[in-house]
């Protein structure tokens, strides 16, 4: 088995690349978070309690429009419903740890941490799983956090006529792109992302959890072939 | 905006149930073999919907109506992102060159 410290940083220098991607999007949840009229400590407050970029943005585009909390709640709670997979998926390799230590891998858990982890359990098990996996994931989560602080700082003084706010969509449209691998998950993005925007008027954002439900479901169909 | 202390409220119960999201097969493990295999499939499309579903309204909803023309500024600059999302998989330059269109194209017009 290789050495704790050995396996952190060999995930350390994995997961260095990603942070090209993080850092723009961790900056733009804190200037977002400002753009709308909330407080830095809010901003802060989501990056450290939530830890999870696109539901944060939801969540902020969301409070800056005055929606109700528990729509703000459901909405995170919908967007990051994804990782149920993830945990799903890593639960076998991380068995043998305590549960206390599975409790703090559990919080710092992430799209890349997950991604770039399972790559590597799959391929080398002689890896000492825990610090590899801590290697990907805390970087990640003391970068996420530096930038949100950053943004909230910067953010504020950023001119109104640059269209900041702009960035939030371009960034989930960035996650998106790459969730499109084959034709289901085309039909789950088309069929969600039109039913959100027909449902765009519907009261207490039920337009995106409808357009998020109606895609899974549509994407399920065309994968098992019911419609033929 | 939402008083402080309710913004407070929906961050902290958000953050638990993101930590019961993430923490739920890693815990539960111990007790189940595996997962419910419609589960995992139907997961699997949950990003693509969702993020679709956050996308597509905020290029094409133009003062609360859908507008799908040339007169869109967010729509194309949406639009030329999205080739570069596809060419590149760079969050940074999705980014970078939807907000440069998207501001070049309002000191345009």
């Known amino acids: 088995m290789s ?6 940083l060999d995930g350390a220098r994995t997961v260095a690349p990603v942070m090209v991607g993080i850092v723009p999007f961790g900056l733009v949840a804190g200037a977002a978070a400002v753009r709308v009229g909330l407080s830095g400590l809010h901003a802060v407050g989501l990056s450290v309690l939530v830890f999870a970029g696109a539901s944060q943005l939801a969540a902020i585009e969301l409070l800056g429009e005055n929606a109700p909390a528990a729509v703000v709640v459901v909405t995170v709670l919908v967007i990051n419903l994804r990782m149920t997979m993830y945990s799903a998926s890593l639960a076998p390799y991380l068995q043998e740890f305590s549960t206390r230590w599975r409790a703090g891998m559990a919080y ?3 799209d890349q941490a997950y991604a770039l982890s399972v790559t590597e359990f799959r391929a080398d098990e002689s890896v000492d799983r825990k610090w590899y996996y801590l290697g990907t994931a805390v970087p990640l989560w003391v970068v996420w956090q ?3 602080v950053i943004g909230v700082v910067v953010g504020a003084r950023v001119p109104e006529s640059l269209p900041l706010e702009f960035a939030v969509p371009l960034t989930f449209l960035a996650i998106l792109v790459p969730t499109i ?4 998950s085309a039909v789950a993005a088309g069929v969600g992302g039109s039913i959100a925007v027909i449902g765009a008027g519907l009261p207490l954002n039920l337009g995106l959890i409808t357009g998020a439900v109606t895609g899974v479901v549509a994407g399920l169909v065309v994968e098992t072939g019911w419609f033929r | 905006m939402t008083d402080s202390a309710t913004v407070w409220l929906a961050i902290a119960v958000a953050g638990v149930g993101t930590f019961l999201i993430r923490f739920s ?4 493990f111990e007790y189940l073999s595996e997962v419910p295999d419609g589960v995992e499939r139907a997961l699997r499309f949950v990003p693509a919907a969702v993020l679709a579903a956050l996308v597509l309204p905020a290029l094409v909803i133009v003062d609360g109506t859908p507008s799908v023309s040339l007169g869109n500024e967010r729509l194309l ?4 992102a999205a ?4 060419r590149t998989e760079s969050i940074f330059a999705t980014i970078v060159v939807g907000m440069v269109v998207l501001v070049g194209l309002q000191m345009l017009l």
């Open chain 1, 108 to 110: 710092v858990l992430t």
């Open chain 2, 25 to 28: 097969f890693i815990f539960l």
């Open chain 1, 181 to 184: 691998t084959d034709s289901p």
């Open chain 1, 146 to 148: 530096i930038c949100t």
């Open chain 2, 77 to 80: 600059a949406g639009t030329v």
């Open chain 2, 83 to 86: 080739v570069v999302a596809w």
């Open chain 1, 3 to 8: 050495s704790r410290r050995a396996s952190f």
